[in-house]
């Protein structure tokens, strides 16, 4: 290291006000050819902290008594460079104290002014450069074990298949809601979700397909939940979710939620689909029960009693916590509004064109709303399970193109539809739900890539006449799940929709900002415009904007109304 010293030029920041002692210093070190030292010369604290970041300094020699900083002051002032360069003081009078403190303070060295010589002033230098370098060697190394050591904690309460918390982490998580009960706080709940006949897609497709609906089951559940509440894998299939802040009424509609989501979901995988359905118990959080264990010996009891009822259903710890008849009246109630065209509100989002943040268009959606307001994730899984989903959807189509009708035809109009509705009500009868004559490429329908089953090919050809009829067509949530380069190519999309997924945060997510270029290089080959969904900030526009992205949407520019 005392080789590496003398063997290269050494950038040393010389900090003096009194320039009769800055050219001694500058004659002093240039007194000899070996080692060399480039010499920047300033005259103030201020200058000093603009000149370590651009002039880059291996050392600094800061005199105590600048005219913008007395003595400990322009120490303070590079306080923040010290970690990286290290500082030698200078004091002109012989103030062991103020010396003292400055090495307190960080300094590597002291001089007095008028008392050193090349030997002294040199040596000083060699020694502050090796020192501060071991200093800052040890400290990264401080660093990086520490960085370490979180990672290491935050493995032992992380389940490594499906990156939930394990036992351990849900552990942690009760243990915070049961002291916050104690210390009077909002009432919690713990729902504990076991997949029913999961041990049939183990023995009949293999763990590793077992494995992959364990990952997309976790990545289900963690989106249907709060982002308050925590999701845990206990072992097998068997999951729990500890929500805080909730009363008894809230926690049965997050397990409905819950267990719709996982039993009209479909799940894609190299040999095949998979459908499923759990079983779910739920109950409030209590002192009595602040242990993992506990929790689930009392929910395995309530399983029992849910898997011999039918399996796909909720059981509660108490009757009056149970509100399964007056739900389930509930929801056929919404489901027969919703196929009569009751209660459904059409709201619309604004899609703009990046580069100057002009509306182009508007994207309906539909709301369901009489006295519980429901958004479309929830309302169509309730009419999927009751198999009127197709009804539901063609009712939503003619309400969102009728809507569209009241605006002025210069903007585009984007209207969603369920694949499904495709295969179940003929073209000519979708055809109708639109003005007559059909004015070309106004109307754009929105077809969810995340809704198409297998071979895309069975779309194609009623794809082609809608469009030859004068539709554009947008597949949408692309990037989410379960894309497919297949889709994209065979159905020839106008426009692919990103989903917002991929786009919310992207301005702090690398790999979310490379998959997104990805996807519009996959677009420019295609031929296709990019709409990106979920801007909600000027940072994440900016970066969407400059990836190539030709229009977006997202409560960057309000919420649908």
Not at 30 to 46: E, K, L, M, Q
Not at 208 to 233: F, N, Q, S
Not at 346 to 360: A, G, H, N, W, Y
Not at 547 to 554: H, N, R, T
Request: aromatic letters at 6%; hydrophobic letters at 45%; a negative charge.
């Amino acid at each position: 290291m005392t080789v590496l010293a003398h063997t290269r030029t050494t950038r040393l920041l010389l900090v003096e006000d009194d320039l009769r002692s800055a050219n001694a210093i500058r004659n002093l070190l240039r007194s000899c050819d070996t080692p060399r030292y480039d010499i920047h010369h300033v005259n103030t604290a201020a200058a000093a902290c603009e000149a370590v970041d651009e002039y880059q300094p291996d050392v600094i020699i800061l005199d105590l008594n600048l005219p913008d900083a007395a003595e400990l002051e322009a120490l303070s002032a590079l306080d923040s460079r010290l970690r990286e360069v290290p500082v030698i003081v200078l004091t002109g009078s012989a103030d062991e104290t103020l010396a003292t403190d400055a090495l307190r303070c960080g300094a590597e060295d002291y001089l007095l002014k008028g008392s050193m010589n090349f030997e002294s002033l040199s040596r000083s230098i060699r020694y502050a450069i090796e020192r501060h370098r071991s200093v800052r060697d040890l400290a990264h190394m401080t660093q990086q074990l520490e960085l370490a050591n979180r990672d290491l904690e935050r493995l032992t309460l992380i389940d490594p298949l499906t990156e939930l918390l394990n036992r351990r982490g849900l552990q942690q998580a009760v243990s915070r809601e049961v002291r916050h009960l104690n210390a009077g706080l909002k009432a919690a709940a713990v729902l504990v979700v076991d997949l029913d006949d999961f041990a049939v897609i183990n023995r009949a497709l293999g763990h590793a397909v077992g494995d992959v609906v364990l990952k997309e089951m976790a990545r289900r559940l963690r989106a249907t939940v709060r982002g308050i509440d925590y999701v845990g894998r206990v072992g097998g299939d068997e999951f729990m979710i500890v929500l805080p802040e909730t009363d008894p009424e809230q926690v049965a509609r997050i397990a409905e939620r819950i267990r719709l989501r996982i039993a009209t979901s479909v799940i894609q995988h190299s040999t095949g689909m998979v459908t499923l359905t759990a079983s779910i118990a739920s109950m409030m959080l209590t002192a009595y029960m602040p242990a993992v264990d506990q929790l689930l010996s009392r929910a395995n009891l309530m399983l029992s009693r849910a898997k011999a009822g039918g399996k796909n259903r909720v059981t509660f710890q108490s009757a009056g916590f149970d509100d399964t008849d007056k739900r389930l009246l509930a929801q056929a109630d919404m489901c027969t509004n919703l196929t009569h065209g009751n209660y459904v509100v059409t709201v619309k989002q604004p899609i703009f064109r990046l580069d100057d943040e002009s509306p182009v268009g508007y994207e309906f959606l539909s709301r369901y709303s009489n006295g519980v307001y429901e958004v479309p994730d929830n309302f169509f899984r309730m009419c999927s399970e009751r198999n009127v989903l197709t009804i539901v959807d063609h009712v939503c189509l003619r309400k969102s193109v009728e809507a569209a009708m009241l605006l002025p035809p210069y903007a585009r109009f984007h209207v969603n539809i369920f694949p499904t509705t495709l295969l179940g009500v003929p073209v000519e009868h979708l055809l109708e739900v639109f003005p007559s004559p059909l004015p070309a490429e106004q109307f754009c329908l929105e077809i969810s890539e995340q809704q198409i089953i297998g071979d895309p090919s069975y779309l194609t050809e009623i794809v082609k006449t809608l469009r030859a009829a004068g539709l554009l067509i947008a597949i949408d949530d692309v990037g989410f799940g379960s894309s497919c380069l297949e889709s994209l190519v065979m159905l020839e999309p106008d426009l692919i929709k990103i989903d917002k997924r991929c786009v919310m945060g992207i301005s702090n997510d690398r790999s979310k900002a490379d998959n997104l270029r990805r996807y519009v290089n996959v677009a420019r080959t295609l031929g296709c415009q990019v709409v990106a969904e979920g801007i909600e900030t000027a940072d994440d526009l900016e970066l969407v904007r400059d990836l190539g992205v030709e229009f977006g949407q997202g409560y960057f520019w309000g919420q649908p109304a």
